[in-house]
């Protein structure tokens, strides 16, 4: 009986000694990945023109619809396009502006441009305090008529300087889409 009580004794002391330790460090902050449920790419024919908007909007985020993905018209061949992006969280009202946090954590950020087809060079417009490129405003260059895809992923803390490719980048993805385009 002795055993037992010394036993419980023991049980209760040790869990004072574990309820008083030392909670002086605070944890890291975690800096949480961006929901993003619109993004929006606007295309600007240098030298005047109609500007072309690639959008996808997933309102249901992880949910089982399907992102509604829209072009607004073709491309003219053998042009150049001033590319733009804005990134929104429709599920909070009113919606919040997410490219404010990805300007605001440039250096935590970049957009990864893959395409194929007819276009002939993407180049990035914009760079962070260290010098590498965000891509959320960048130069878009079209070939000759015909068919085309644009794919633009948003990585989260990728690694930087990189290739410019997926694979280099790393990080994790906060937002990707392709875009089916048409070059006239």
């Known amino acids: 009986m002795k055993y037992i009580k010394f036993l419980s004794i023991l049980a209760l002391t040790g869990s004072l000694f574990v309820a008083c330790s030392d909670d ?17 790419v606007t295309l600007s024919p240098q030298g005047g023109g ?15 619809d399907a992102p509604v993905v829209t072009v607004s018209g073709d491309l003219a061949a053998n042009t150049t396009y001033d590319g733009s992006i ?6 909070e009202t009113p919606p919040e502006n997410v490219t404010e946090e990805v300007e605001a954590e440039d250096d935590e950020h970049q957009f990864i441009f893959v395409t ?41 803390e990728p690694t930087k300087p990189n290739d410019g490719t997926l694979a280099g980048a790393g990080g994790e993805t906060d937002i990707t889409e392709t875009f089916d385009l048409t070059i006239q």
């Open 86 to 91: 804005v990134l929104l969280n429709e599920t």
């Open 24 to 40: 002086d460090d605070a944890p890291a902050p975690v800096n949480e990945e961006e929901v993003i449920t619109t993004m929006t």
């Open 116 to 156: 194929t087809g007819n276009i002939a060079s993407v180049e990035y417009d914009d760079e962070d305090g260290d010098g590498n490129p965000v891509g959320l405003s960048f130069d878009l260059t079209t070939g000759d008529a015909g068919a085309a895809t644009l794919s633009v992923t948003l990585r989260h």
């Open 50 to 64: 109609t500007d072309i908007t690639l959008q996808t909007r997933d309102l249901d985020g992880d949910g089982p």
